[in-house]
Nanobody, 121 residues
Framework: QVQLVESGGGLVQPGGSLRLYCAAS????????MGWYRQTPEKQRELVAA???????VYADSVKGRFTVSRDYAKNTVYLQMNSLKPEDTAVYYC???????????????WGQGTQVTVSS
């Protein structure tokens, strides 16, 4: 079994910063990509940022220059540093990881439970 546990969400004023954490645990052979998605009641879940096992990153245009995704490969953890937050960043943020639990098995998609980020004055 694999679990993704997130933390770090909360309420912040516009212009402020938050750092999200996500740790993968369980039977893990290899993690390829890890990243963050977000969702609001009005929008479908969208990619925010992701980072591959080789360190390549991708960002949504709306967060480029403000958010930074990083990984601690030894701890199977992914981080999302969010700066210059805007009210439109308000959403539930979900951690995502592509994980192989065994060398004989293909990669599967795993999700965290979500953490609320609210940007409001």
């Amino acid at each position: 079994q694999v679990q993704l546990v997130e933390s770090g969400g909360g309420l912040v004023q516009p212009g402020g910063s938050l750092r999200l954490y996500c740790a993968a645990s369980g039977t893990i052979f290899r993690i390829t990509a890890m990243g963050w998605y977000r969702q609001t009641p009005e929008k479908q879940r969208e990619l925010v940022a992701a980072i591959t096992s080789g360190g390549s990153t991708v960002y949504a245009d709306s967060v480029k220059g403000r958010f930074t995704v990083s990984r601690d490969y030894a701890k199977n953890t992914v981080y999302l540093q969010m700066n210059s937050l805007k009210p439109e960043d308000t959403a539930v943020y979900y951690c995502n990881a592509d994980i192989r639990t065994d060398w004989t098995r293909p990669t599967s998609d795993y999700w965290g439970q979500g953490t609320q980020v609210t940007v409001s004055s």
